[in-house]
């Protein structure tokens, strides 16, 4: 059973900088993995941000970035806002399948 | 404007069925693929199944895998999860969601409906 790994919490003060991560136990994670991230407030359906490990939707803020990062994917927040408070999930292609991290719950504080 | 309208959850007992439906809106349906996703109130995202534009592809979790049929009529623009042999692990939120391709593989989801809550009890 393949399992994708996040940070279960992190948290930052308002306009710096924090890294999520995103591992498989598969092995590294590259680009053949599609890494997409999102984000989730309470109440709220997920909201997409990155797709295909770096590339922004048009709705995504310019301070959400993704990459990949010591064999696992990343999303970096630059600058965090308070509005930036919220669940983040990864998502990672398995040929055939997809699979989410358990989440990383982001505090602003 | 883009819009995805799940409905069709409910309560039912384990071992019952129910069929989920999705419509879609603001876009050209049959050019992307589909997703459903779950989330268990309070829990994370589960990726549950998809299906390519025309429909002639489709991918399951293995938890779901026998039990559940995703389908998709694109000439009603409407997507589909018939779900049987429900469990109560199965008690969730559902969510379709539009991928940013036709073909399923390495496609991602950017577009979420808001969800149908689907209960499995007694």
């Known amino acids: ?109 | 404007e883009v819009q995805l309208l799940e409905s069709g959850g409910g309560l039912v007992q384990p071992g019952g069925s129910l069929r989920l439906s999705c419509a879609a809106s603001g876009f050209t349906f049959s050019s992307y693929a589909m997703t459903w996703v779950r989330q268990t109130p309070g829990k994370g995202l589960e990726w549950v199944s998809g299906i390519s534009g025309s429909g002639g592809s489709t991918y399951y979790a293995d938890s779901v895998k026998g039990r559940f049929t995703i389908s998709r009529d694109n000439s009603k623009n409407t997507l589909y999860l018939q779900m049987n042999s429900l469990r109560a692990e199965d008690t969730a939120v559902y969510y379709c969601a539009k991928a940013h391709r036709s073909s399923f593989d390495g496609s991602s989801p950017h577009y979420w409906g808001q969800g149908t809550l689907v209960t499995v009890s007694s």
């Open chain 1, 1 to 109: 059973q393949t399992v994708v790994t996040q940070e279960p919490s992190l948290t930052v003060s308002p306009g710096g900088t924090v890294t999520l991560t995103c591992a498989s136990s598969t092995g590294a994670v590259t680009s053949g993995y599609y890494p997409n991230w999102f984000q989730q407030k309470p109440g709220q359906a997920p909201r997409a941000l990155i797709y295909s490990t770096n590339n922004k939707h048009s709705w995504t803020p310019a301070r959400f970035s993704g990459s990949l990062l010591g064999g696992k994917a990343a999303l970096t927040l630059s600058g965090v806002q308070p509005e930036d408070e919220a669940e983040y999930y990864c998502l990672l292609y398995y040929g055939g399948a997809q699979v989410f991290g358990g989440g990383t719950k982001l505090t602003v504080l």
